[in-house]
């Protein structure tokens, strides 16, 4: 089984400079849920050790980068084949003066209908405010 959540957002400014957020990897816990928490490169490859905060608790996993295009994509896995296998991640498009932010997770194997359960029906909801304060922290760079 699959499942899949994901969310949207424009922001007024390039892609690079959501880009730029993203390499600020010990910034990341002033606008996601999701942070790494060891030194850790952003480059395909990568071996991130992530403070997961949700349901008002701490958990960690240990996570591979899968794609990490400047500009335009970062994405990481981790979870155990064919159990249940986590891609979670990034995707940039240009959209005129702006950029179109894709925040996204997929859940594949023989767990995945048991997500939402574990997670909490508004799990989903946590993509789009993730963007919100995402793009926040994209507008207050400029400033």
Sequence with gaps: MTLRFWAEIRVDATCDAVWA?????????????V????????????????A???RGAERRARVRVVTCEAGRALAWR????????????????????????????????????????VLGPRHGDMYGAVNA???????SRRS
């Design 21 to 33: 957020v993203f390499a600020d990897l010990p910034g990341w816990s002033g606008w996601n849920t």
């Design 35 to 50: 942070s790494p928490v060891t030194p850790a490169a952003l480059e395909v490859g990568a071996r991130w050790t992530l």
């Design 52 to 54: 997961l905060h949700a």
């Design 78 to 117: 981790g979870g155990v084949p064919w159990v249940l296998d986590v891609v979670h991640g990034f995707t940039l498009r240009p959209d005129g003066d702006g950029c179109v932010i894709t925040h996204h997770e997929t859940f594949v194997g023989l767990l995945a209908p048991l997500v939402p359960r």
């Design 133 to 139: 304060r995402l793009v926040e922290v994209v507008v």
